[in-house]
């Protein structure tokens, strides 16, 4: 389709020549900020393998290998801002750290697809990664959003699950075969730990975990954090049999879905629509063609960034990013 060529092409417009992939494109100061990054590096990789255009798969790659570089001890990354004078210079900071490294290991599932030859010189950075999830990790399988904010996100948890996938189909790949057992035995884990956050009364998941062991129901009238996260659950396929439950009330509480003037830009929802299937895929690709039209006709401003992009790419194409 069109719009993944429109959109990939956008993105690499926001990298750096050391490979970093900054938020949105234009005069510095601006930031890194991982999530969003690789995000942009699936949606590169899925539109390689649909374009057959090398320079989209190099990009992530030199994407991912620039968050390995960056990841420290326990394999977490921080974001970074870079300078007007190109100095790129870390905040100490991070929104998550199970998200950031889960969507890193699915970018590297889906850069391997395009082309699989870089992917043994990244082994420190996916064994990062995947420490980087088990750090947070606690007894019920589930991760804190980070080892300083004790709260587990149904979403958070959702990546970080997709991203255990893809790095033990890449480690047994590779040959790591005690990695990618690790990886394998978290996300059953971690599975197991967000089903039982099924809310039976209410017909969705409470979204949050706390430390003290509450949680946060859904408010199906706020579009986020709350109906975006149970869409998150179906996208990601951690929502099982629920999947059309949810659905069906997400387009009850949040009919303007489909016009991004009034919701922004949501490609998650289309997502979320595409995974139920062949009868809801024409409604799914009607909203993502929404979404690029409105990028166009506002000349991808702002909130337009990187993450979206990357996300589009795939709603764009059909292309699931459970298993990716």
Known sequence: PAGVVANANWILRCVLPDGA????PGAAPTEVEPYFANYAAIGLARAAVLTRDVTYAQAAWNWLAWYAAHEGPNGFVTNYTVSAAGAEISTGSEDSTDAYAGTFLSAVGMAYAANPSPAASLQSGIQGAINA???TRTADGLTWATPWYHVKYFLDNSEAYNGLLAAEKVETALGQKGWASKAASAATAMLRALHNM?????????WAKFAGG?????????L????LEEVGA???GTAAAHASVLM???ARFQPAIADPAQVGYQPLAVLGLESLGATATPAALAQAAAIDAYAVATNYAWPFIVGVAGQQIMADSDTLLAGS
């Open 21 to 24: 992939i900054v938020e949105f």
């Open 133 to 135: 999830i088990l750090a």
């Open 198 to 206: 099924w809310n039976a009364a209410a017909q969705d998941y409470n």
């Open 214 to 222: 509450g949680e946060q129901s859904a408010d199906w009238s706020v």
């Open 224 to 227: 986020y954090p709350d109906a």
């Open 234 to 236: 179906v996208a990601y």
């Open 248 to 250: 069906t009330t997400f």
